[in-house]
């Protein structure tokens, strides 16, 4: 099996030598590519370098540093690098912290995996939620011990569909069973309030200096979402997609007399 990672908190993240671990137990070293930011890319979503050159490290045959974003990674890994032998499957993350509800439109790891996936490669974003940034062990030792297992039974489900479906996986902090009981197939969901706000400080009469951070409480309108059943201790697997027509609202457009 042919594998492409990438992130968007970029290629010295923790979470990506995590998510390399997890190959590994898939396939082999030589079938593993890594392509990814230079530097963190967080919150980027689907943004691409349009129009702009940007520079691309090999590091070595299966290793490259992307000074773009992730959508950049994916776009360069099938158009140039992997584009006469693609790979069967493409693993973005794993992300610092969760991607949940909203978080699917802004994130830079599932904006990879969407790319991915609607090229045509089976793609899943995988994410890490946490309680600080202070913790004493490694975060990602859950994620490292089933996500080989649980990618690839995703895979070997989907990966004749060729639907541009990707699938956003979401550790919790901690599990509230073992796996595979901790397994929780959640739509995604959608929180009472937006996740961020913005913080002003003002520097002179015409100047502001400004900085957006999420929120730190929230709740969702689902106990049965993604939102809900991750920080409850459960990996949350969605299918998404960028198909984002609502289409009762689509067919009363049609109704309106312009």
Known sequence: MRILITN????DADGIK????????????????????????????RSISYKKDFPIVKKNDNEYSVDGT?????????????????????????????????????SGTIAAAIEGSDRGILSIALSQAYENRK???NPYIFAESCGARLCLSI???????????????NFPREPKLQYPHCIKIA????????????????????LYMAKIDSIPQ???????????????????VSPISIHVSKERNFKELKKVHF
């Open 8 to 11: 968007d908190d970029g290629i």
């Open 18 to 45: 995590s998510l390399k671990k997890i190959a590994l137990g898939m396939s082999t070293e030589d079938n593993i590519f890594v392509v990814a930011p230079s530097t963190n890319q967080s919150a980027k979503g």
């Open 70 to 106: 992730p959508t950049d990674c994916i776009i360069f890994a099938l158009d140039f690098l992997l584009k006469k032998k693609r790979p069967d499957i493409v693993l973005s993350g794993i992300n610092w912290g969760y991607n949940l509800a909203e978080d699917v439109f802004y």
């Open 135 to 137: 913790l004493e062990m």
């Open 155 to 169: 895979y070997k489900k989907f990966s004749l569909a060729h639907n541009k479906v990707a699938f956003n996986v």
């Open 187 to 206: 739509p995604i969901g959608r929180r009472y309030n937006s996740n961020f706000s913005i913080d002003l400080h003002r520097k002179s009469q015409n």
């Open 218 to 236: 929230n709740t969702s309108s689902n106990p049965e979402d993604d939102y809900t059943n991750c920080l409850d201790g459960y990996i949350t």
